[in-house]
Nanobody
Framework: QVQLVESGGGLVQTGGSLRLSCAAS????????MAWYRQTPGNQRELVAS????????NYADSVKGRFIISRDYAKNTVYLQMNSLKPEDTAVYYC??????????WGQGTRVTVSS
């Protein structure tokens, strides 16, 4: 069964940076539109950034546009999220998965990002 393992979260001050990683255990995700999502308590998971199967096309939520960069490494079967100029409102648990619900694996544990003011 395909597993997704997110890492790289932590505590950072406002204006700081973090790089999140999402390692997939199976190669199936290489051909899929992938995304990073985030969730805060009491709220639904929201899509933060997505990247095409070929890696050429990316899309971002307005709240992170210009600050976050999504990328993928096919050799490592890993998707990254470079987060810069972090704000307290970026505090959340971050997850990765396919964009299409029918193609998603079970959600991983996520990685917690806390931005202090």
């Amino acid at each position: 069964q395909v597993q997704l393992v997110e890492s790289g979260g932590g505590l950072v001050q406002t204006g700081g940076s973090l790089r999140l990683s999402c390692a997939a255990s199976g190669s199936i995700f290489r051909g899929l539109l992938m995304a990073w999502y985030r969730q805060t308590p009491g709220n639904q998971r929201e899509l933060v950034a997505s990247i095409s199967a070929g890696g050429s096309f990316t899309n971002y939520a307005d709240s992170v546009k210009g600050r976050f960069i999504i990328s993928r490494d096919y050799a490592k079967n890993t998707v990254y999220l470079q987060m810069n100029s972090l704000k307290p409102e970026d505090t959340a648990v971050y997850y990765c998965n396919a964009v299409s619900p029918s193609q998603r694996a079970d959600w991983g544990q996520g990685t917690r990002v806390t931005v202090s003011s």
